[in-house]
């Protein structure tokens, strides 16, 4: 008879089973298929549920009521084992309360502590912090407003007050020997925007038989010339670029007196004011009037015309001119009329001496007072006409950084004589653009001579001119600064441009053949104009100094001919 099964204890733990492969050897005694079903079962139930414990939320899983502990009840495998438990127990309490997420304070609380008697100082304490400091950086910018310097106001300034003008007395002659007309004219306008000019002065273009009013008419182009429509074309492509023009309205240019005879006044002037609403009315920006020295009653009629100009727009221009170099004769031009320029021969008397230049300047413009001055050596001619070729890089200097308008001829940016070309009028000499501008000849052609040749030379006057005019139109204190005399040399010429809290510019014109210092050290500049121990150097006329050099005045010391373009900071 088989034995009977041992009996399940229900009392204590039971010694718990082997593992399987503590007796996967040869000849182990393997459990009967019922038992093992049946403690498979139990165990696996009880491994699933260790699991699930293990895995759940430490905050899920079951508490113990007497320590509040979690416990994880774990019956390990085997058939006879029942009842071994594991417990987890935590730390203590202060790990379970760190774990609990902080929710901040509530709107109740929030208000409660806000409203509490520390902290109420402590807000009006630093509101009464924040209006101070704030009320201190206002006095403080009400300080330095106050005290720091006042900027002058700017002048009114028209367009012939920005720059320098430029003159085409003979169409022809400035185009070349195989042109002359207004359409032809057109491609010319981008050389002069080179040229950074604001204006240029064109004709006498009218029709005008020489000495004969009747067949003069002041309103009709010379066909030789062009069309009105031309003319139109011409203005609208000037205007496109920037570039003003104004018409010269000589009445009898061809003849011998451009008044034609003193008899006539009367009918020149009614023709005179005729043509000058016509073409004010048809968009020009300025008319000219060459020889009123000439002109009985000139400034009467100047006076009237001015009028006539202004009323179309206080931004039209009315220029005359003189040969006349004598000063009073010019002032009784310019006491009659308001915003006229006035060209005149005047400067062509300078001797060509430093203290000269600087009387006959000082002397112009104390005389003048408050009119706008203009300056040229003459009212139509070439500088090369009334200057030595060594002085003309000096002149076109002068002209440019004097206060005032300079006023060129066609030709002046390169140094055109008017004699230097072989059986060429001595009035109208040809532009020379390029070699095809010089006559049929067999002698050598000077390429430097030309604006092709010299747009290629740094250091061509044709660069110089171009690199003062764009620097007379850019800086305020020679655009209008105030003009300042400085002692120097019996053959030099020294003077300060400078206009409010700009940088100052200082001119020094050595008129000598020998080189000489400045000897400025002397000098005494008006109170608010002190000259520094040095300045920067922005141009000299001749080669050799490098731009941007810093040069003590104590020691200035120019070559013959030379003339410096120095500049310095202002200076509170």
Not at 58 to 79: I, R
Not at 430 to 439: A, R
Request: with cysteine.
């Amino acid at each position: 008879m088989d034995p009977e099964p041992p009996e399940t204890s229900t009392g204590g733990a039971s010694v718990p089973r082997q593992p399987p492969s503590d007796h996967s050897g040869p000849g182990a005694q393997g459990p009967s298929a019922g038992g093992d079903s049946g403690t498979m079962n139990q165990d696996t139930e009880v491994d699933m549920k260790e699991v699930e414990l293990n895995e759940m939320e430490p905050e899920k899983q079951p508490m113990n009521a007497a320590s509040g502990a979690a416990v994880a009840v774990v019956v390990a495998g085997g058939t006879e084992k029942n009842g071994l438990v594991k417990v987890k127990v935590a730390d203590d309490e202060a790990e379970a309360a760190a774990a609990a997420k902080f929710t901040g304070l509530s709107k109740e609380e929030l208000l409660k502590v806000a409203g509490s008697p520390g902290w109420v100082r402590t807000r009006w304490a630093l509101l009464l912090l924040f209006w101070l400091g704030w009320l201190g950086m206002l006095a403080g910018a009400v300080v330095i407003i106050v005290r720091a310097p006042r900027c002058r106001e700017l002048p009114a300034q028209s367009w012939w007050h920005k720059g320098a003008l430029y003159r085409i007395g003979d169409l022809r002659a400035f185009q070349g020997r195989d042109a002359g007309d207004l359409a032809s004219l057109k491609g010319r306008l981008d050389y002069l925007s080179t040229l950074k000019v604001k204006g240029f002065v064109l004709g006498p273009i009218h029709k005008n038989q020489k000495d004969d009013l009747e067949g003069t008419n002041l309103e009709e182009i010379d066909p030789t010339f062009g069309s009105k429509e031309d003319f139109d074309s011409l203005l609208q492509s000037a205007k496109k670029k920037s570039i003003r023009v104004i018409l010269d309205l000589t009445p009898n240019y061809k003849g011998q007196n451009s008044w034609f005879r003193f008899t006539q006044i009367g009918s020149v002037a009614t023709k005179m004011k005729e043509a000058l609403s016509f073409w004010l009315q048809a968009g020009v920006d300025g008319i000219q009037v060459r020889d009123v020295g000439n002109l009985t009653g000139a400034s009467s009629f100047l006076a009237e015309w001015q009028n006539i100009t202004k009323s179309f727009s206080e931004d039209r221009l009315l220029i005359a001119g003189t040969d006349s170099s004598d000063l009073q004769q010019i002032l009784s031009l310019l006491e009659s009329t308001k915003d006229l320029l006035l060209t005149s021969s005047y400067l062509s008397d300078s001797r060509f001496t430093g203290n000269h230049t600087g009387f006959l300047v000082t002397q112009y413009l104390n005389a003048t007072g408050s009119h706008w001055c203009s300056w040229s050596v003459s009212q139509a001619g070439l500088l090369t006409s009334f200057v030595p070729l060594q002085l003309l890089r000096l002149y076109q200097l002068l002209l440019f950084t004097l206060p005032g308008t300079p006023v060129f001829s066609y030709g002046d940016e390169i140094g055109l004589e008017e004699a230097a070309l072989p059986g060429q009028p001595v009035k109208a000499p040809v532009m020379l653009w390029d070699e095809s501008s010089f006559p049929n000849t067999s002698g050598p052609v000077d390429v430097n001579m030309t604006v092709k040749g010299q747009s290629k030379d740094p250091g061509s006057i044709l660069s110089l001119f171009r690199w003062l005019s764009d620097l007379r139109g850019k800086e305020r204190s020679l655009l209008h600064g105030d003009f300042h005399v400085l002692s120097s040399g019996p053959d030099l010429f020294s003077y300060i441009r400078q206009w409010d809290q700009n940088e100052r510019f200082l001119i020094v014109l050595n008129f000598g053949d020998v080189g000489q210092p400045a000897r400025l050290g002397a000098s005494r500049p008006p109170a608010g104009t002190g000259l520094p121990a040095s300045v920067n150097l922005l141009l000299s006329t001749q080669p050799g100094r490098k731009e941007g050099t810093s040069l003590e005045l104590e020691h200035l010391y120019l070559g013959p001919h030379e003339g410096l373009l120095l500049r310095f900071p202002y200076v509170a």
